[in-house]
């Protein structure tokens, strides 16, 4: 089945600074590629998402781009604010389409003021 | 739109016991998922459901653990004889088709003493 790896599991910024968080995937049929957002205590919000036709994806100041051929994608934030700190997770579809998410284990997010 | 609706947020049993989570979908979503989130883990992936139909269990314990989304009222995730084991956040997500982005809960959080 597939496997998602995601590094690094923490990552400390300044405010202002950019942040990149990767994950490598391992089935290279999946074919959607999802970032959640996960504030303590609360449920994952999906961020952005990407579909393997295209390599890049921007929407404000999240931004994500995948490559294919490597099986990885990345997830950039640019001009953090300390209302991003947070646990993201990446994930990658099965063969089978959404209903199998395999999601990373997650990067916890700290922006310092 | 009241978004994924779970109940309760939090629930305290014993070992032994029988363990019953509720999730209702965002309206016009007829697929559903379960995905279970130990502590400073990912999300990993139970049960993906259509009313009346499973679809998808690979991600179910062989045993206790059962999920049912009837044509009339919530999904259900039941955990027979819970064990500490069992302990962990549930997560359920709807989408209105498979193809399309899953929305998430708000979880509810088993604690088994």
């Known amino acids: 089945g597939e496997n998602v790896e995601q590094h690094p599991s923490t990552l400390s910024v300044q405010e202002g600074d950019s942040a990149v968080i990767k994950c490598t995937y391992s089935d290279s049929a999946s074919n959607y590629f999802p970032w959640y957002k996960q504030e303590l205590g609360k449920r994952p919000q999906l961020i952005i998402d990407?579909?393997?036709?295209?390599g890049e994806k921007k929407d404000q100041r999240i931004a994500v781009t995948l490559n294919k051929t490597a099986k990885h994608f990345s997830l950039h934030i640019t001009e953090t604010q300390p209302e991003d700190s947070a646990v993201y997770f990446c994930?990658?579809?099965?063969?089978?389409?959404?209903?199998?998410?395999?999601f990373g284990k997650g990067t916890m997010l700290l922006v310092s003021p | 739109n009241a978004g994924v609706m779970q109940n309760p947020r939090h629930l305290v049993r014993r070992r032994g016991q029988e363990a019953r989570l509720r999730c209702s979908p965002m309206?016009?979503?007829?697929?559903v998922y379960w995905y279970r989130q130990l502590p400073e883990e990912g999300l990993k992936f139970m049960v993906y459901l259509q009313k009346e139909n499973i679809i998808d269990e690979s991600g179910m314990p062989k045993e206790r653990f059962s999920a049912e989304f009837p044509k009339e009222g919530p999904s259900i995730l039941r955990i027979q004889q819970v064990v500490r084991g069992d302990s962990a956040a549930y997560f359920c997500a709807s989408s209105p088709g498979a193809d399309s982005p899953l929305h998430f809960g708000n979880g509810t959080r088993l604690t088994v003493t």
């Open positions: 994930a990658a579809s099965g063969a089978e389409g959404y209903s199998t998410l395999t």
């Open positions: 309206k016009g979503h007829s697929h």
């Open positions: 990407i579909r393997s036709n295209v």
